[in-house]
């Protein structure tokens, strides 16, 4: 087998994880589950553990020297999200639990108070369910109609297939940056303009993109986009949605509670200003504060350097892939992330999964929270490999020589 | 061990399920899924006399869920609900790991027994299990 020079050195790259450190308890695993939850770098533990050990105190509130670190820290991480998607101001970052509530906010939100019955929302096929059922949720509330954008047969979306969708009608686009099942990386800046020639906004679903590519709104110019912490590299509980401040600025709230509000009787109540009014109750502020860790550690490496590394191992596997006999891949071939979902003959994702796990290998199997895209390509569920900026060579190679495996459990 | 998870008897079952298909009315029909996973199991049977005269499945899921079904048919066929409902508490226990399998009685289902190492596994073995079990409460149910 050809060997490969990487830009990075991985083995250097899991030195900042306690999850790749050797445990006289445990085996190490080859882990290759990156879409689903990437793993946490000492950094972002440390970062937790500071504030709660040192800074622990509710936002917004006390009168008292850590509670003021502690919103001063909060905030610090409000700006460290709106540099690292290039943001025109921190009142454009709200936080939430992750791309799901993100998504959510939006479509109750905005759709709530802006869809009319006949209006229209174009759903691409390839969405994870997370931007998928808060639309179909809220045309039903409203009478708003979904438009499904197909995927053409290679697994992408086709920019003239969106003009001829586009209507009077359309009010959003919501599509994704990288499948999470395709491994497809789509056009959204093309995207975004083509939406906006036709009067129709779009929110970009950058849960999948936003560890393994610069992302920057402004050229993107979408007028929301949601990612979540724990797939780059941050805690679970800690999302981000970025909305353009005049659109936010129109939007009721999501929730109602503490720390939202800027007046309030039992006659009137006024509304605090974004980002504020969309942060009812206490926040995930330790999560935000980890958060602000994880994108530091993305960023020390650099997103380039990123997206040159996964770049060099996904052509790695994809020529290894061939290699296996009987196996289907999924999604485009060239100019893709490095997401690879794919079947093995009849034998089911779950036991190629239970297969490799005998062997250290973390993959997943199922449908991967996209069942319109399940049955567009015809499978009920496929297996799930994919990688992030630890992943290199040896584990793709595991991979194959696990893959071999499995047919010979299957007597293939 | 992969091997005691993925016995030839296991494989056969997968690849040349006994019983696969579906019966006309009359016939109690039941659905069972898991949806974690996406297995799928439906059993549809007949019962005269007593006994579960005729029975078949369909669905799609892993081999060890679908061997598991295809297993259920072949060994049900022709039991007495009451034999039926001991069987299938004797599968729980085996999937569990709290009984050996007596392979006199249990059959190609001893093969089975391997699952109880695999905790992730245990829920499709036990899916088609489950759906006769519902199966049958519905159709007690139904009757009184
Ligand atoms: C493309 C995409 N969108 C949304 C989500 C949902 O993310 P979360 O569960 O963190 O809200 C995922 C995660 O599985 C995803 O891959």
Same mark, same amino acid.
């Given at each position: 087998?050809?060997?490969?020079?990487?830009? /990075?050195?991985?083995?250097?790259?899991?030195?900042?994880?306690?999850?790749?450190?050797?445990?006289?308890?445990?085996?190490?695993?080859?882990?290759?589950?990156?879409? !689903?939850?990437?793993?946490?770098?000492?950094?972002?533990?440390?970062?937790?553990?500071?504030?709660?050990?040192h800074h622990n105190a509710n936002v917004h509130r006390g009168a008292y020297g850590v509670g003021a670190k502690a919103s001063e820290l909060f905030e610090a991480?409000?700006?460290?999200?709106?540099?690292?998607?290039?943001?025109?101001?921190?009142?454009?970052?709200?936080?939430?639990?992750?791309?799901?509530?993100?998504?959510?906010?939006?479509?109750?939100?905005? #759709? #709530?108070?802006?869809?009319?019955?006949?209006?229209?929302?174009?759903?691409?096929?390839?969405?994870?369910?997370?931007?998928?059922?808060?639309?179909?949720?809220?045309?039903?509330?409203?009478?708003?109609?979904?438009?499904?954008?197909?995927?053409?047969?290679?697994?992408?979306?086709?920019?003239?297939?969106?003009?001829? /969708?586009?209507?009077?009608?359309?009010?959003?686009?919501?599509?994704?940056?990288?499948?999470?099942?395709?491994?497809?990386?789509?056009?959204?800046?093309?995207?975004?303009?083509?939406?906006?020639?036709?009067?129709?906004l779009c929110l970009v679903d950058a849960a999948q993109s936003a560890a393994h590519m610069p992302l920057d709104v402004q050229a993107i110019d979408c007028d929301?986009?949601?990612?979540?912490?724990?797939? !780059?590299?941050?805690?679970?509980?800690?999302?981000?949605?970025?909305?353009?401040?005049?659109?936010?600025?129109?939007?009721?709230?999501?929730?109602?509670?503490?720390?939202?509000?800027?007046?309030?009787?039992?006659?009137?109540?006024?509304?605090?200003?974004?980002?504020?009014?969309?942060?009812?109750?206490?926040?995930?502020?330790?999560?935000?504060?980890?958060?602000?860790?994880?994108?530091?550690?993305?960023?020390?490496?650099?997103?380039?350097?990123?997206?040159?590394?996964?770049?060099?191992?996904?052509?790695?596997?994809?020529?290894?892939?061939?290699?296996?006999?009987? /196996?289907?891949?999924?999604?485009?071939?060239?100019?893709?992330?490095?997401?690879?979902?794919?079947?093995?003959?009849?034998?089911?994702?779950?036991? @190629?999964?239970t297969v490799l796990d005998s062997r250290d290998i973390a993959i997943r199997s199922g449908h991967h929270c996209a069942h319109p895209l399940g049955e567009r390509? #015809?499978?009920?569920?496929?297996?799930?490999?994919?990688? !992030?900026?630890?992943?290199?060579?040896?584990?793709?190679?595991?991979?194959?020589?696990?893959?071999?495996?499995?047919?010979?459990?299957?007597?293939? | 061990? @992969?091997?005691?998870?993925?016995?030839?008897?296991?494989?056969?079952?997968?690849?040349?399920?006994?019983?696969?298909?579906?019966?006309?009315?009359?016939?109690?029909?039941?659905?069972?899924?898991?949806?974690?996973?996406?297995?799928?199991?439906?059993?549809?049977?007949?019962?005269?006399?007593?006994?579960?005269?005729?029975?078949?499945?369909?669905?799609?899921?892993?081999?060890?869920?679908?061997?598991?079904?295809?297993?259920?048919?072949?060994?049900?066929?022709?039991?007495?609900?009451?034999?039926?409902?001991?069987?299938?508490?004797?599968?729980?226990?085996?999937?569990?790991?709290?009984?050996?399998?007596?392979?006199?009685?249990?059959?190609?289902?001893?093969?089975?027994?391997?699952?109880?190492?695999?905790?992730?596994?245990?829920?499709?073995?036990?899916?088609?299990?489950?759906?006769?079990?519902?199966?049958?409460?519905?159709?007690?149910?139904?009757?009184?």
């Amino acid at each position: 087998m050809a060997t490969m020079q990487l830009e /990075l050195d991985a083995r250097e790259i899991r030195k900042q994880f306690p999850f790749f450190q050797p445990h006289p308890e445990m085996r190490s695993l080859i882990y290759l589950d990156n879409a !689903a939850t990437t793993q946490k770098p000492y950094a972002v533990l440390d970062a937790l553990t500071n504030f709660y050990a040192h800074h622990n105190a509710n936002v917004h509130r006390g009168a008292y020297g850590v509670g003021a670190k502690a919103s001063e820290l909060f905030e610090a991480a409000r700006e460290r999200v709106a540099r690292f998607i290039n943001a025109r101001e921190p009142a454009e970052i709200i936080f939430t639990r992750g791309t799901t509530e993100s998504i959510n906010l939006v479509a109750a939100s905005w #759709g #709530g108070s802006q869809l009319r019955e006949g209006d229209e929302i174009i759903v691409s096929e390839m969405e994870h369910h997370a931007n998928i059922l808060p639309w179909m949720q809220i045309a039903r509330a409203t009478g708003a109609r979904i438009v499904v954008w197909r995927i053409t047969d290679e697994g992408r979306l086709d920019l003239n297939e969106l003009r001829r /969708l586009l209507t009077e009608r359309t009010r959003m686009v919501a599509v994704t940056h990288i499948s999470n099942v395709l491994g497809t990386i789509n056009p959204v800046a093309d995207i975004c303009r083509i939406a906006h020639e036709a009067g129709a906004l779009c929110l970009v679903d950058a849960a999948q993109s936003a560890a393994h590519m610069p992302l920057d709104v402004q050229a993107i110019d979408c007028d929301f986009l949601a990612f979540s912490g724990h797939k !780059a590299y941050g805690p679970t509980g800690i999302g981000v949605l970025y909305g353009k401040r005049a659109l936010l600025e129109q939007m009721p709230p999501y929730q109602t509670g503490g720390g939202m509000i800027r007046k309030v009787s039992w006659e009137e109540v006024t509304w605090a200003d974004v980002p504020a009014r969309f942060e009812a109750g206490t926040p995930a502020i330790a999560e935000a504060i980890g958060l602000h860790a994880a994108l530091d550690f993305i960023d020390s490496i650099g997103r380039e350097r990123i997206a040159a590394q996964e770049h060099a191992l996904t052509e790695y596997m994809l020529a290894r892939l061939q290699e296996v006999p009987d /196996l289907r891949l999924y999604g485009p071939k060239p100019d893709r992330a490095g997401i690879f979902a794919f079947t093995l003959t009849d034998i089911h994702p779950h036991d @190629i999964a239970t297969v490799l796990d005998s062997r250290d290998i973390a993959i997943r199997s199922g449908h991967h929270c996209a069942h319109p895209l399940g049955e567009r390509i #015809g499978v009920a569920a496929t297996a799930r490999a994919s990688l !992030a900026v630890y992943n290199d060579t040896d584990h793709i190679d595991a991979l194959i020589e696990g893959l071999h495996y499995v047919r010979q459990v299957f007597g293939l | 061990m @992969i091997s005691e998870l993925y016995q030839e008897i296991i494989l056969d079952h997968y690849r040349h399920p006994r019983g696969r298909g579906t019966l006309d009315e009359p016939k109690i029909h039941h659905e069972g899924a898991n949806p974690l996973c996406g297995d799928e199991v439906i059993i549809e049977f007949r019962v005269e006399d007593g006994r579960i005269s005729d029975i078949r499945f369909s669905g799609r899921g892993c081999s060890i869920s679908q061997a598991s079904a295809s297993m259920l048919v072949e060994m049900v066929k022709g039991k007495t609900l009451e034999e039926v409902r001991t069987l299938i508490q004797k599968v729980y226990a085996m999937l569990r790991g709290e009984s050996t399998p007596d392979p006199q009685e249990m059959g190609d289902l001893s093969a089975l027994a391997g699952v109880s190492h695999f905790p992730v596994r245990v829920k499709c073995a036990s899916l088609p299990w489950h759906t006769l079990e519902e199966a049958l409460n519905e159709a007690n149910h139904a009757a009184k």
